[in-house]
């Protein structure tokens, strides 16, 4: 079992910045593919972003490359979300979420574990 914990969010101008953080804690978080999702009130949940477990390898979806980083810090089982240049679309509750599985999806039926959500809302 994993345990994930995100954080971060909060209210900010559109051209504004946030950094999301997830924290993974029981079996070892290091070895697991994550990804952030959000899901903006009546939309489906979607992909944001995500990092391989090891030799990192990024992903992301295309309405958020050149402006929102993913990274992991494996000492402290931590993965983060850098958003730069945000925009009031970007405006939704942002998930973290594990894979034991060490390859790349999209699709969130196959992220085995979740974290619990953090706002992000971003003002015109």
């Known amino acids: 079992q994993v345990q994930l914990v995100g954080s971060g969010g909060g209210l900010v101008q559109a051209g504004g910045s946030l950094r999301l953080s997830c924290a993974a804690s029981g079996r070892t978080g290091s070895s697991y593919f994550m990804g952030w999702f959000r899901q903006a009130p009546g939309k489906e949940r979607e992909f944001v972003a995500a990092?391989?477990?090891?030799?990192?390898?990024?992903y992301y979806t295309d309405s958020v490359k050149d402006r929102f980083t993913i990274s992991r810090d494996n000492a402290r089982n931590t993965v983060f979300l850098q958003m730069n240049s945000l925009k009031p679309e970007d405006t939704a509750v942002y998930y973290c979420?594990?894979?034991?599985?060490?390859?790349?999806?999209?699709?969130?039926?196959?992220?085995?574990?979740w974290g619990q959500g953090t706002q992000v809302t971003v003002s015109s």
């Open positions: 990092i391989s477990a090891l030799a990192p390898r990024t």
């Open positions: 979420a594990a894979r034991t599985t060490n390859t790349i999806a999209t699709l969130p039926e196959r992220y085995d574990y």
